[in-house]
């Protein structure tokens, strides 16, 4: 049973997870053949993946945390595993195929950040399975919630084109994709243009009577 304490805090990270999860299904469903379908470049699929990941990861330890009877630490537990096979296999796929060192250490760095996080889940865990009123695991694992979330939300933010600058740009997976992409030569006029340039003058039509 979570200390009364915390309730509110679970609630919170329940519903704004559960709103998360949903968004980020809308945002690939607009195009899933470009991040999760198969023909789809391996370094988005793994985004959207670990993205997907994450959030689930931080809703269903939250959502279970409401329960009244429930041991936190044996779904921390489960999560974590799942997150941790998943990264895994992520990574495998990854690093498997033949890229440019820098690809290969975004990719490295990607997992090893994963394998961390769903690590520490899996310590706190191992705390909260034997002792459920531990506040201080429940605190620590609250803090690790909050760096989930953040996780996935820079996924996501990857996944839909955003581009981010400096070092942190530098270690995204996506960035050589982004770079890559063409720029739209659609421009639109500017506004206030003069309009006898946009227009077409009219012509008379031969026959037509004088007014």
Same mark, same amino acid.
Do not use: C
């Given at each position: 049973m979570t200390p009364p304490a915390f309730a509110n805090f679970f609630i919170a990270s329940a519903s704004a997870g559960a709103a998360l999860v949903g968004l980020l299904f809308v945002a690939i469903s607009i195009a899933p053949e470009h991040t999760v379908m198969v023909g789809a470049p391996l370094a988005r699929q793994a985004v959207a993946?670990?993205?997907?990941?994450?959030?689930?990861?931080?809703?269903?330890?939250?959502?279970?945390?409401?329960?009244p009877t429930a041991n936190l630490g044996w779904i921390t537990?489960? /999560?974590?595993?799942?997150? /941790?096979?998943?990264?895994?296999?992520?990574?495998?796929?990854?690093?498997? +195929?033949?890229? +440019?060192w820098q690809n290969g250490l975004r990719n490295t760095l990607l997992l090893m950040g994963s394998l961390i996080v769903y690590g520490y889940e899996l310590y706190f865990a191992a705390d909260l399975i034997k002792t459920p009123q531990d506040t201080g695991a429940i605190l620590a694992l609250t803090e690790l919630l909050i760096v989930v979330y953040a996780f996935g939300l820079i996924r996501a933010w990857e996944l839909l084109g955003a581009r981010r600058y400096g070092l942190l740009g530098w270690f995204s997976p996506l960035r050589d994709m982004n770079e890559r992409l063409p720029v739209s030569t659609n421009e639109q006029p500017a506004p206030g243009a003069d309009s006898s340039k946009q227009e077409t003058q009219a012509k008379p039509v031969k026959g037509t009577p004088s007014q």
């Amino acid at each position: 049973m979570t200390p009364p304490a915390f309730a509110n805090f679970f609630i919170a990270s329940a519903s704004a997870g559960a709103a998360l999860v949903g968004l980020l299904f809308v945002a690939i469903s607009i195009a899933p053949e470009h991040t999760v379908m198969v023909g789809a470049p391996l370094a988005r699929q793994a985004v959207a993946t670990n993205a997907f990941t994450s959030l689930l990861n931080a809703f269903f330890i939250s959502l279970s945390a409401l329960i009244p009877t429930a041991n936190l630490g044996w779904i921390t537990l489960v /999560m974590g595993l799942v997150g /941790m096979s998943s990264s895994l296999t992520l990574g495998w796929n990854l690093l498997s +195929h033949h890229q +440019h060192w820098q690809n290969g250490l975004r990719n490295t760095l990607l997992l090893m950040g994963s394998l961390i996080v769903y690590g520490y889940e899996l310590y706190f865990a191992a705390d909260l399975i034997k002792t459920p009123q531990d506040t201080g695991a429940i605190l620590a694992l609250t803090e690790l919630l909050i760096v989930v979330y953040a996780f996935g939300l820079i996924r996501a933010w990857e996944l839909l084109g955003a581009r981010r600058y400096g070092l942190l740009g530098w270690f995204s997976p996506l960035r050589d994709m982004n770079e890559r992409l063409p720029v739209s030569t659609n421009e639109q006029p500017a506004p206030g243009a003069d309009s006898s340039k946009q227009e077409t003058q009219a012509k008379p039509v031969k026959g037509t009577p004088s007014q």
